[in-house]
């Protein structure tokens, strides 16, 4: 009877966290099947472990071979991580099914409204991460972080690593990570004023532009 609880409570659980909570928020299809299939089959296994003689020892070393292989055969984003490793342990406490019945089910319960609560829009919404390529080299880092700055619409830059000094065809990769500001957009454009001609990137459209008004 406890097999056909935990069953319920897994598919439910899996459910919830795919389709309420990771669907509408990235909408990736794949990983829904995925974290489906993934979290259905350490439930079956975890299940039949429970019932034999080997422990709980094997099923937590399912669950970190699982993840090795895993996360081995295609690049995930962070976020898309933290779904999988949760798909995985409520695959897993609701197979191993300790008991009283309560305790998996407060667990997977935590799980969800903790993901529920993470993964929020509303949790820390101007901070974002970006490999930013620019169209020039700086001399200083003072000059490097204004000019970023500028670049990503009056943002404040919390931390950068440049990946790329190409100083023969004068171009810097940064990786940033920063904090939108609070003001709108149209508002954010001001700081270009101060830059020259020469130091603002334009587009192909941009030079088509200035090469009519010349003629």
């Known amino acids: 009877m406890n097999i056909l609880l935990f069953a319920a409570v897994d ?3 899996i459910c919830v966290l795919t389709t309420c909570l990771y669907l509408p928020r990235h909408r990736r299809r794949d990983l829904v099947v995925s974290y489906f299939g993934i979290n259905v089959g350490v439930f079956a296994v975890a299940t039949a472990l429970s019932s034999s003689t080997v422990g709980v020892g094997l099923g937590m070393g399912l669950f970190g071979v699982l993840s090795i292989i895993r996360l081995r055969s295609t690049e995930l984003e962070q ?3 933290a779904y999988y490793f949760s798909a995985l342990a409520i695959g897993l406490i609701s197979g191993m099914g300790p008991t009283p ?3 998996p089910i407060a667990l997977i319960a935590l799980i969800l409204v903790v993901m529920l609560l993470v993964d929020n829009a509303k949790v820390l919404p101007r901070y974002r991460h970006q490999e ?3 169209d020039r080299t700086f001399t200083t880092e003072q000059q490097l972080e204004s000019y970023l700055s500028t670049v990503l619409g009056g943002a404040k830059i919390h931390q950068y690593s440049v990946q790329l000094l190409d100083l023969v065809n004068d171009k810097t990769v940064v990786r940033a990570r920063f904090s939108t500001p609070d003001v709108p957009v149209a ?3 001001a700081g270009l004023q101060g830059l020259t001609d020469a130091s603002i990137p334009r587009t192909i459209a941009d030079h088509e532009v200035i090469a009519q008004e010349t003629r």
């Open 11 to 13: 598919l439910l659980a």
């Open 101 to 103: 019945a309560w305790i």
């Open 79 to 81: 976020h898309e991580i």
């Open 187 to 189: 508002d954010s454009t």
């Open 132 to 134: 930013v390529v620019l």
